[in-house]
């Protein structure tokens, strides 16, 4: 059975889940019969696949999410006394990728309703991170649970200081953001941004396994990109630094050379996992819509709970959820989530915390010491994402719905 079959009435509801089937298993099985297993002619398909719904000039796949955003940091050049602003909710990954660079993070809290970095949060940031003397040189927005930030405003503030902007766009594949025109645009299109990064991990909007994505308008950045993603290996002759040794007799360029002017790293995405991502990407649209009726089903039935239970903040634009979160009153239910987690997952229903605050774990911690960021403790304190994923009934949410009303009845 594939994996876009529906949940059985009654079994568990994880959060999130892919749906593969039978096309993509095909799809994935040509490729094994074929020539190519690693980076080969289905990976350009998929970049230029991706490229095109998106409406950027290159797409260069890589590995994961992860790598997409420590090649973007390294196509920026961060280094040791660079920062990087990165709201503090979000995935590890977001921070880290400065951090491989040796660039330091300086966290952003967020808005407590939508979970996002706005403008004065971002603006905060880049103050204490002057204050402490690091250079900041790019701001990480993340578009959580699949919701825009506002990009507009945030490259007003870039523009202003010469900052980079690379979206983490891990949780918005498939999304469309408002610009402050009214216009739709695609989220990856980087019209306001230098670079987006995305991830293929089985529970974000389509899967390729493992496997990532960073999208650009700009030439240097995409042929950084493609240089660091595989060993900072080049092989276009008109680049080669060492022309005694690049070049024949004849002029020609030596057919076996190649040159390293700066390592990089492997982080290439293979055929094998570029044809499930591709088959994936045709579904899109179709996961999309789904996600979206779910997420207006889950608002109407939610509605009675509030204010105890309420639907996190909305930022606008046309988002493809990722994640559907809840704001819970703990106090106001007389539990702590853990009780709740825990009474959900006994009637079947799976959730998740998306996230604890980055700047709250150990390593940071004894880094930048404790930092006050009253938005993302907001968030975190109240947060929990519910059940969805396209394979998921009607019936399915109206049973996550009516669990949730267990914890708010006597
Ligand atoms: C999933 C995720 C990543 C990392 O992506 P991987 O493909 O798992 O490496 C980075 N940032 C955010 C916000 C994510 O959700």
Not at 12 to 31: C, K, M, N, T, W
Not at 227 to 244: I, K, L, T, Y
Request: with cysteine; aromatic share 8%; proline share 6%.
């Amino acid at each position: 059975m594939a994996a876009d079959a529906p949940p059985r009435p009654g079994a568990f509801l994880p959060y999130g889940r892919q749906a593969v089937d039978e096309e993509d298993i095909a799809a994935v099985a040509a490729v094994l019969r074929g020539a190519w297993l690693t980076q080969g002619p289905t990976v350009t398909r998929f970049e230029q696949a991706f490229a095109q719904v998106v409406g950027a000039r290159h797409a260069v796949a890589c590995a994961n999410g992860t790598a997409a955003l420590h090649l973007a940091c390294l196509a920026l050049d961060l280094k040791p006394g660079d920062a990087l602003v990165v709201p503090s909710v979000t995935f590890l990954a977001t921070a880290n990728a400065a951090r491989y660079c040796g660039a330091e993070v300086a966290f952003a809290d967020v808005d407590p309703e939508t979970g996002l970095m706005g403008r004065a949060q971002a603006e905060a940031a880049i103050a204490r991170a002057d204050a402490a003397g690091w250079r900041v040189r790019a701001l990480a927005p993340v578009h959580l649970a699949g919701q825009a930030v506002d990009l507009d405003a945030l490259a007003d503030l870039a523009g202003a200081r010469d900052l980079a902007i690379i979206e983490d766009a891990c949780h918005a594949v498939g999304s469309r953001k408002a610009t402050h025109a009214g216009d739709l645009i695609p989220i990856g299109a980087c019209d306001r941004s230098a670079m987006a990064c995305f991830s293929f991990h089985p529970v974000k909007t389509i899967a390729a396994g493992e496997g990532g994505m960073v999208t650009t308008n700009d030439d240097a950045l995409a042929g950084a990109l493609r240089r660091f993603v595989s060993h900072g290996m080049v092989r276009d002759a008109a680049a080669f630094q060492d022309r005694n040794a690049a070049f024949a007799a004849d002029g020609g360029a030596n057919p076996w050379y190649y040159e390293m002017p700066q390592p990089g790293f492997n982080y290439r995405l293979t055929d094998i996992q570029a044809a499930l991502g591709l088959s994936q990407l045709g579904k899109l649209d179709r996961f999309a819509h789904r996600r979206a009726e779910m997420v207006a089903r889950y608002d109407e039935r939610l509605a009675p709970l509030a204010p105890a239970i309420r639907p996190a903040g909305r930022s606008g634009g046309r988002p493809a959820w990722h994640l559907y979160v809840v704001l819970i009153d703990f106090a106001a239910l007389g539990m702590d989530r853990a009780a709740a987690m825990a009474c959900l997952r006994e009637q079947g229903v799976g959730s998740q915390v998306h996230y604890i605050p980055v700047h709250r774990q150990p390593y940071y911690r004894a880094r930048y010491g404790d930092l006050d960021l009253p938005g993302a403790e907001g968030w975190y304190g109240a947060c929990l994402s519910l059940p969805l994923f396209p394979a998921m009934s009607d019936g399915d949410v109206d049973r996550v719905v009516a669990a949730l009303e267990r914890l708010t009845g006597p």
